[in-house]
């Protein structure tokens, strides 16, 4: 199988460290954390979550630099807004009962770890905790929805270009004609300091 999920940045994907945490901090099997765009089947029992981006994702800061060995570091900062539904089928009110939970393990001691790990903040809760549920046939669907932010410093390192040897010719006009000259870029050709 092909793949063209070749990563040039950040090692790991923001929504990753959201469903890692959720796994962590609240015992879940990972199959009960999926992200919002993979297939999914809501399981008739237990809690189940999903993670996924609010597009767009803002940028606060771009730059690069240039260390002394030749290597340019490219960096950009960016804010995700990230939502996270926690669900469960009735009679099964799990999502009720421990929608508060999510929110604690965001916070968690091993949450702040990963983020630190991977160069990511989680400054704010963007949103209250909104009741969603619905009656989806014959059965209660608890639905709870939220919004984080993540700041991430996204970054990539490569071998920088160096210009420090190339030729330079001037073509002047003179009255019996074009004449090229050649000048050497390591003194200066006009005199002077």
């Keep these: 199988m092909?793949?063209?999920?070749?990563?040039?940045?950040?090692?790991?994907e923001?929504?990753?460290?959201?469903?890692d945490?959720?796994?962590?901090?609240?015992?879940?099997d990972p199959s009960m954390v999926v992200f919002d765009n993979q297939k999914w089947v809501m399981p008739k029992?237990?809690?189940?979550?999903?993670?996924?981006?609010?597009?767009?994702?803002e940028t606060i800061a771009a730059g690069n630099f240039m260390d002394s060995s030749g290597t340019e570091t490219d960096q950009v900062l960016m804010r995700h807004m990230i939502q996270t539904?926690?669900?469960?089928?009735?009679?099964?009110?799990?999502?009720r009962i421990r929608k508060e939970e999510a929110l604690m393990a965001l916070y968690s001691g091993y949450?702040?770890?990963l983020q630190e790990q991977y160069q990511m903040s989680i400054p704010w809760i963007q949103s209250d905790i909104s009741n969603a549920s619905y009656l989806d046939g014959t059965a209660m669907l608890h639905r709870y929805v939220f919004n984080c932010s993540m700041t991430v410093?996204?970054?990539k390192k490569q071998a920088a270009p160096y210009f420090d040897s190339?030729?330079?010719?001037?073509?002047?006009?003179t009255p019996s004609g074009a004449q090229e000259i050649n000048l050497d870029v390591e003194t200066n050709p006009l005199g002077g300091a």
């Design 111 to 113: 949450s702040i770890s």
């Design 166 to 173: 190339f030729n330079v010719s001037l073509l002047a006009g």
């Design 45 to 57: 029992e237990g809690i189940f979550m999903i993670v996924g981006y609010l597009m767009p994702s």
């Design 2 to 12: 092909t793949t063209y999920n070749t990563p040039t940045t950040t090692a790991i």
């Design 14 to 19: 923001p929504i990753s460290v959201i469903r």
């Design 153 to 155: 410093l996204h970054g």
């Design 85 to 95: 539904q926690i669900l469960s089928l009735a009679p099964d009110n799990s999502a």
């Design 21 to 28: 945490i959720y796994i962590n901090q609240m015992g879940l």
